[in-house]
């Protein structure tokens, strides 16, 4: 996104600076053309006030005159050109523009949305660590005994060995066991919003 907001800045700043070019254009061929008009306007003047003279001259003053309006619509045809190229520079301008502000605006919302996930992972593992500090504390005079606790991939692991609970060929959990279990119970019972396994 941000290489893609890179090249639409650059392109926006180039249809800007060619939009200038074609305004300098059009403003140098409208004067061409109040010039061209104002001497077509003289020639037609001056026709009127030597209606007396020469055929052939009267002749060579309408071929120029003829040229002289030839010229202006061509003028006239390319300040059109201009103008629709001026038009469909600014439509392609204004699109390239609302582009620009949407992809900004779903950046923004991406980034939102990536510092709330940060703020919640950050949450979660401070709660993780908390729970594992107080069960590590509470179950610390065991830990010589068989107990283990850790954390892996965001959860915390408590192990409790046989030598802890049972004693050897019995089946029933011996006092120190017990007295273990009774610890993390108590535990897990004031940890009520967590998942247990």
């Not at 050109?81 to 620009?100: I, M, N, P, Y």
């Not at 990536?114 to 979660?124: D, F, H």
């Not at 065991?142 to 283990?148: E, I, N, Q, S």
């Amino acid at each position: 996104l941000k290489t893609s907001v890179g090249t639409l800045s650059k392109e926006i700043k180039r249809l800007a600076r060619d939009i200038s070019m074609l305004s300098t254009n059009l403003r140098r061929l409208t004067s061409q053309y109040d010039k061209l008009n104002d001497l077509n306007n003289e020639l037609l003047r001056k026709q009127n006030m030597r209606s007396a003279m020469d055929a052939e001259e009267i002749r060579g003053l309408l071929a120029d005159l003829q040229k002289t309006k030839d010229h202006l619509l061509a003028k006239e045809d390319s300040l059109r050109a201009l103008a629709k190229r001026l038009e469909a520079q600014r439509r392609s301008l204004e699109d390239l523009q609302t582009d620009l502000q949407q992809k900004d605006a779903e950046l923004t919302a991406k980034n939102k949305r990536l510092i709330e996930l940060e703020a919640k992972l950050k949450r979660q593992d401070s709660i993780v660590n908390a729970l594992k500090q107080k069960v590590a504390d509470a179950l610390i005079g065991f830990k010589d005994a068989g107990l283990d606790v850790r954390i892996k991939n965001g959860k915390v692991y408590v192990s409790l060995q046989e030598k802890l609970l049972f004693q050897s060929g019995r089946w029933d959990v011996n006092p120190e066991g017990k007295k273990a279990l009774k610890k993390l119970a108590k535990i897990l019972e004031d940890n009520k919003d967590i998942s247990i396994m």
